[in-house]
């Protein structure tokens, strides 16, 4: 073997001696432990068998967890153990979440994923216009869930009809049962896709923000890595992604 050629193999043992030693890095590095609320429903959270079988909570559990060079694991726990296991770092993160929602020792990554809360009014009654209309009305709500905007604009008229879900709200309303319904515009656009028959006017927004992740202290993430990987999914569309495939799509 000439000396050229000695030195075009070192130069090819040692670029396969880097890929392998990355690949090993990439197969070592812990997995993405994400939590999910089991009380959570589509199109935010699928649950079978124990599992999280699909859902928008999957979804960008795997996009996050790709981006940072892991695989995602989805830990499912009750709303009241969401905190101590987040605090202890039994789970690196929690995400769709605004501060106000889980107090405690996290750190909070930069908002980033749409959503918006509207109320949706069937056409058999009169469209409200502004929430004031909406005065004395009872509004489905979900028990255990708190409206501040609606208990500013409206306070003892705002008469909440408590229900266990949003899309529980959604179906009474198919079936005459209630008229107006507060839910995220999401959900709405899911039960639409899925088929559910409603009339409704044009929703009337609520509010508008940005969900966030709430990140373990504890955890095997920092929230510089998380904020990258945000950013990342933001800027390729994967976010955009993530939300089209559960809205209906006009032809």
């Given at each position: 073997?000439?000396?050229?050629?000695?030195?075009?193999?070192?130069?090819?043992?040692?670029?396969?001696?880097?890929?392998?030693?990355?690949?090993?890095?990439?197969?070592?590095?812990?997995?993405?432990?994400?939590?999910?609320?089991?009380?959570?429903?589509?199109?935010?959270?699928?649950?079978?068998?124990?599992?999280?079988a699909?859902?928008?909570?999957?979804?960008?559990?795997?996009?996050?967890?790709?981006?940072m060079?892991?695989?995602?694991?989805?830990?499912?726990?009750?709303?009241?153990?969401?905190?101590?296991?987040?605090?202890?770092?039994?789970?690196?993160?929690?995400?769709?979440?605004?501060?106000?929602?889980?107090?405690?020792?996290?750190?909070?990554?930069?908002?980033?994923?749409?959503?918006?809360?509207?109320?949706?009014?069937?056409?058999?009654?009169?469209?409200p216009?502004?929430?004031?209309?909406?005065?004395g009305?009872?509004?489905?709500?979900?028990?255990?869930?708190?409206?501040?905007?609606?208990?500013?604009?409206?306070?003892?008229?705002?008469?909440?009809?408590?229900?266990?879900?949003?899309?529980g709200?959604?179906?009474?309303?198919?079936?005459?049962?209630?008229?107006?319904?507060?839910?995220?515009?999401?959900t709405?656009?899911?039960?639409?896709?899925?088929?559910?028959?409603?009339?409704?006017?044009?929703?009337?927004?609520?509010?508008?923000?940005?969900?966030?992740?709430?990140?373990?202290?504890?955890?095997?993430?920092?929230?510089?890595?998380?904020?990258?990987?945000?950013?990342?999914?933001?800027?390729?569309?994967?976010?955009?992604?993530?939300?089209?495939?559960?809205?209906?799509?006009?032809?």
């Amino acid at each position: 073997m000439d000396r050229q050629a000695y030195t075009d193999w070192l130069k090819r043992a040692g670029g396969a001696l880097i890929c392998a030693a990355a690949l090993e890095a990439a197969a070592a590095a812990p997995p993405l432990v994400v939590l999910v609320d089991t009380g959570t429903e589509m199109p935010m959270a699928e649950f079978q068998d124990g599992r999280l079988a699909a859902g928008i909570h999957k979804d960008l559990g795997q996009a996050l967890a790709a981006r940072m060079g892991r695989e995602a694991q989805f830990l499912l726990l009750p709303r009241k153990r969401i905190a101590m296991a987040l605090e202890s770092g039994q789970a690196d993160l929690i995400c769709l979440y605004l501060p106000p929602w889980l107090p405690g020792n996290f750190h909070w990554t930069r908002g980033f994923f749409p959503v918006a809360e509207v109320i949706v009014t069937d056409t058999s009654v009169p469209q409200p216009r502004t929430l004031r209309d909406l005065s004395g009305k009872p509004v489905a709500t979900v028990l255990g869930y708190a409206y501040p905007e609606l208990d500013a604009q409206l306070g003892q008229g705002f008469v909440r009809d408590d229900g266990h879900s949003s899309s529980g709200n959604l179906r009474k309303m198919a079936a005459g049962r209630l008229h107006h319904a507060i839910t995220q515009q999401s959900t709405l656009d899911y039960y639409l896709k899925v088929g559910e028959k409603l009339s409704l006017y044009a929703p009337l927004v609520v509010k508008n923000y940005q969900a966030q992740c709430a990140v373990s202290p504890q955890g095997q993430v920092r929230i510089g890595a998380v904020n990258k990987a945000i950013g990342q999914i933001v800027r390729d569309g994967s976010v955009s992604k993530i939300l089209s495939n559960y809205q209906q799509h006009i032809k």
